[in-house]
């Protein structure tokens, strides 16, 4: 490829970087992310409930697994995410990218909570109490505070610019402790079960498996299309002094 | 999975406070995400159109 072509194409991939730009494809992308995830999640929910069958040693209990892998692995995935895009628009300056981070904040947080909410309930029948200052749990409460953190220090300050660049700082400190939450397990004696998906052998029975990973895409794709949604959002707050934005509202007014 | 009957469904093997806990509070949480997202749209839209009628264009 001559360098005149890599740098047209380098320039169609950059064109996305344009708030506007990526406003129209975000719309166009948001429908279909939400159907896959709608189809995933009921077929995910029906195999979870009707073709797994009960564990030998946790009773129906384990169901439970069905949305508390999926939201602790979006959880923490969702943070680097964030703390990747935070980053970006910190060392190269670019709106889109600041955008993006404050958009994925309060889906991860969600999925933190979820994380954190079914795993007390399933904590409760397996270890006999709902929470233990356990390295897990606890680093997964961290992760929930760190999002919540990130969006009120963003919120507390008034120059959005400002705002992006704080919040971005906090976010790069915090990925350390993503990485801790994914060793916890290996690193402490911890009453966290250490991971049921191994690569050349799980612990879990095939169809528990397949129902959960199911679930994990069917979590994947509604991130996804929540933070595209968002994100949009985002873009027209921050941009309805301009032209093209009052022109796309106008248009569908 | 056969679970014979829709009360052994809800009953969950006893689990069911445990197993119906989990998956209500996910669905309730991720119904709100929903709507919040859908409040805020509505209102970005809405302060975009009332900046256009104050005439602050800036290119």
């Not at chain 1, 032209?243 to 509202?249: G, M, S």
């Not at chain 2, 989990?22 to 509505?42: F, G, K, Q």
């Amino acid at each position: 490829m001559s360098s005149s072509a890599r740098a047209a194409s380098g320039v169609q991939l950059f064109r996305f970087a344009a708030p506007a730009e990526f406003y129209r494809l975000a719309g166009k992308l948001v429908p279909w992310f939400a159907a896959v995830a709608a189809v995933l999640g009921v077929v995910g929910l029906y195999i979870g409930f009707f073709a797994a069958p009960t564990d030998a040693q946790q009773g129906e209990s384990y169901r439970i697994i069905f949305i508390h892998v999926p939201a602790a692995w979006m959880a923490m995935f969702l943070y680097v995410v964030m703390a990747f895009w935070a980053g970006v628009g910190l060392v190269f300056n670019t709106r889109l990218s600041a955008m993006l981070a404050c958009a994925i904040a309060p889906t991860g947080a969600l999925m933190a909570f979820i994380a954190l909410w079914t795993g007390a309930l399933w904590g409760r029948p397996t270890w006999g109490a709902y929470w233990v200052w356990d390295a897990r749990l606890t680093s997964t409460l961290i992760l929930l505070f760190l999002y919540c953190g990130f969006i009120a220090l963003h919120s507390a300050i008034d120059d959005v610019r400002r705002a992006d660049k704080a919040s971005a700082v906090l976010a790069l400190v915090g990925v350390i402790n993503v990485p801790i939450i994914y060793f916890s397990v290996q690193w402490w004696n911890t009453l966290h079960q250490g991971s049921s998906i191994k690569p050349g052998g799980s612990s879990i029975a095939g169809i528990m498996v397949t129902g959960m990973l199911l679930m994990v895409f069917a979590f994947w794709t509604y991130a996804i299309a929540a933070v595209l949604h968002r994100a949009r959002s985002v873009v027209l707050e921050r941009e309805q002094r301009n032209a093209w934005a009052q022109e796309t509202v106008a248009k569908r007014a | 999975m056969n679970w014979g009957s829709f009360s052994n469904f809800l009953a969950m093997g006893g689990y069911a406070g445990y197993v119906w806990g989990a998956y209500v509070v996910t669905t309730v949480l991720i119904a709100t995400e929903i709507v919040m997202l859908r409040t805020r749209r509505r209102r970005a839209m809405q302060d975009v159109a009332q900046r256009a009628r104050s005439g602050g264009v800036e290119g």
